[in-house]
């Protein structure tokens, strides 16, 4: 294996975990004091390295160090980084025009896109899409269609729910520090219901969990009053957290029953992620709206709302729009990531990476009862740190895990609403051996960290 190639990304970067440096190495101390002199101080890092080349299963530093990556760019690299067929459509659309405004002069990749999504997407209704550049952005606007459709302005979110850092979104996410410490105010009509967290709801059933959401929703805002139910099929950075079987469904049924619009937040768990290529297909749920982003288009930015012909269709022409969204190069991505998640198979690799990851984190939870929870479905999985013999959040425990992992080599992530749960998202190009030395070294990070 030849280890000189480090500067060419993509698909063709050694498969190893190496660390030849201390972590951050000179060059990445050199940027990071070039960076707190140019970047604002409000833009965090998770890792200390800066980045040269990524692809299958690896990050590569400046310094030539190559990290395993566990971590996705937040579930974004799905299809791995500089995917062969996404860098190839990318480089074929730039040459011809990289922008001309959809809403100047459309061209045939938007419409691709737009077909490809009401192919793919739950439920075999009529139905249209609309592309954005972010997944907060996507969310915004799934609540104004929502709105512009019902005549209704009440929006219900969940605890735990993250939906994005603009002002309405902000509004919808639940945690305050860092998302939305000093940002306030924050924009009315958005309330919040009690969600489904088996880990920590004393083991209330699916049904029961909705319910209870259902009660308080119906009692402090009024079925009549709602425009749109957000919410998102498995929990991203609210902590990974799976519903209990039959609470989705028992929410869209009273949604439904009552014209709310029921909106599927599938930035985070799309596009084969979760071992599906939508998280709402786990439960047979069928949206009215779902909201995609993070894992569309290999990479580049892009972000999309789909659903419902009669819903989608009824703002106003000039009422939906931006720039930006729905850029010819991410349309081409985002055609290559769907390609490249059908041809290898990548929605039976989530559930297969899945089964691997936790096998491994099973075997560590055994002798380790700071894990108190594993959960997650196919390549979307996490392990809830806490005090040994109780259910009380450890987030410092899990911060010295995840500062471990690092200079182990493993780019992992944190979330969750009390900074307790480590999550894993590696990429669905990373091969097998890299996934068991990852767990490998999770393990002596866990017997290390005591
Ligand atoms: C990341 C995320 C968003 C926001 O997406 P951006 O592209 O960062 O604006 C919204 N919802 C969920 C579930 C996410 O994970």
Redesign the pocket.
């Known amino acids: 294996m030849t280890m000189s190639t480090v500067s060419t990304g993509g698909p063709t970067l050694p498969q190893v975990r190496r660390l030849v440096t201390d972590t951050p190495g000179p060059r990445s101390r050199a940027l990071a004091e070039r960076r707190s002199a140019a970047v604002a101080a409000a833009v965090g890092s998770v890792m200390p390295v800066y980045a040269a080349a990524a692809g299958g299963g690896v990050v590569v530093d400046v310094d030539g160090n190559s990290f395993i990556d566990l971590g996705s760019g ?2 974004v690299t799905s299809v791995g980084n500089s995917a062969p067929m996404v860098t190839e459509a990318v480089a074929e659309q730039v040459q011809q025009f990289t922008h001309t405004c959809f809403m100047v002069t459309p061209y045939d990749g938007y419409v691709a896109v737009a077909e490809m999504l009401n192919m793919i997407t739950p439920g075999r209704h009529e139905k249209r899409s609309v592309l954005f ?7 915004e606007n799934a609540v104004k269609i929502a709105r512009s459709a019902t005549r209704r302005s009440a929006v219900a979110v969940f605890d735990h ?6 002002s309405l ?1 902000m509004a919808m ?1 639940a945690k305050s520090m860092p998302y939305k410490h000093g940002f306030g105010p924050f924009a009315p009509e958005v309330y919040r219901a009690p969600l489904s967290y088996p880990y920590r709801d004393g083991g209330l059933d699916g049904p029961a969990a909705a319910a209870r959401a259902i009660d308080q929703l119906e009692r402090q805002v009024g079925a009549e009053n709602l425009a749109a139910v957000v919410i ?1 099929p498995i ?3 609210g902590g990974f957290v799976v519903p209990a079987p039959g609470f989705l469904p028992a929410l869209a049924s009273w949604a439904r029953h009552h014209g709310i619009v029921f909106v599927a ?5 799309g596009f084969a992620r979760t071992g599906a290529m939508f998280a709402v297909e786990h439960e047979d749920v069928v949206p009215d709206l779902i ?1 995609t ?2 894992g569309i288009a290999g990479g580049l ?1 892009l ?1 999309a709302v789909t659903g419902r012909a009669d819903l989608m269709d009824a703002p106003h022409t000039g009422g939906l729009g931006g720039t930006y969204g729905g850029n010819p190069v991410a349309c081409a991505a985002a055609l290559a990531t769907v390609a490249t998640i059908e041809q290898d198979g990548l929605v039976a690799r989530a559930t297969a990476i899945g089964d691997r990851l936790l096998a491994g984190l099973r075997t560590i939870q055994a002798a380790d009862p700071r894990i108190g929870d594993l959960r997650g479905r196919g390549a979307m999985i996490a392990a809830e740190i806490v005090r040994s013999g109780s259910t009380e959040p450890d987030p410092d425990t899990t911060k010295a895990l995840a500062a471990a992992s690092h200079r182990a080599g493993l780019i992992v992530l944190t979330c969750g609403s009390y900074g307790n749960v480590l999550r894993f998202l590696p990429p669905l190009t990373i091969g097998d051996a890299l996934l068991a030395e990852a767990l490998d070294v999770l393990a002596d990070v866990f017997a290390a960290t005591r």
């Open positions: 937040i579930a550049n972010s997944g907060a952005e996507a969310v729910a993250y939906h994005g850092r603009t979104t996410t998102e929990q991203g950075e937040d599938e930035v985070q768990t909201v982003a993070k930015p972000a």
